[in-house]
């Protein structure tokens, strides 16, 4: 039986940003974010409203976990403030909302 009731406020999933090192390569990084759930009404807004990835980041990013640093507001705003993470961090959340079931991907 479905249950809407069963999901949880949160949820994880990975956030991946390019840069470059030193030496002019690219490097992917990856930690794992804890995003606050959204109904697709929120969703909806987001675009509707054409809230900056910025906001988005500030608002929805809960928590993380393979940072370097304990998730606290001082180390939140640490974080966006790398060049291209708050991108990151926003496509990482919008990837997330039209994550498939993979037993229904076929190779």
Known sequence: MF??????????????????????????????AVFQRLTDDQIQALIDERVSDKEIAARYLKGWEDVDAPFNDANLARLLNITGMKRAVAKAMFESFAVEDPADVKN
Do not use: D, R
């Open 3 to 32: 249950s809407i009731e069963a999901f949880s406020e949160t949820y994880k999933y990975p956030v991946k940003l390019a840069t470059l090192n030193e030496a002019g390569e690219v490097v992917t990084t990856t930690f794992t």
